[in-house]
């Protein structure tokens, strides 16, 4: 099996920074695609950022220019950088991954992690 989990949520001020990682492990032959993405009761999860295994990113328009997307892939792990924090980046964020398992051919199989969350408030 394979597993994704994520860290680093919290309660930060506004203006505030958080890190947030999200590490795979399990039977990973690679992981491909990575994502972060974000969801308050109520409402659909939504995308935040996304980078491929190549290193080619891309971001929601309401975090653009705010956080940053990376990963290092010799240890299945990604992050995000949240700064400038607002009120309205408050949700549980969840990881999204990708993965070719060990020993099943070169098909994908995506998975989630169980979602940490972020509030900002003062």
């Known amino acids: 099996q394979v597993q994704l989990v994520e860290s680093g949520g919290g309660l930060v001020q506004p203006g505030g920074s958080l890190r947030l990682s999200c590490v795979g492990s399990g039977s990973i032959f690679r992981i491909n695609a990575m994502g972060w993405y974000r969801q308050v009761p109520g409402k659909q999860r939504e995308l935040v950022a996304a980078?491929?295994?190549?290193?080619?990113?891309n971001y929601a328009d309401s975090v653009k220019g705010r956080f940053t997307i990376s990963r290092d892939n010799a240890k299945n792990t990604a992050y995000l950088q949240m700064n400038s924090l607002k009120p309205e980046d408050t949700a549980a964020y969840y990881c999204n991954a990708d993965v070719i398992r060990r020993g099943l051919g070169p098909s994908e199989y995506n998975y989630w992690g169980q979602g940490t969350q972020v509030t900002v408030s003062s």
């Open positions: 980078i491929t295994s190549g290193g080619r990113t």
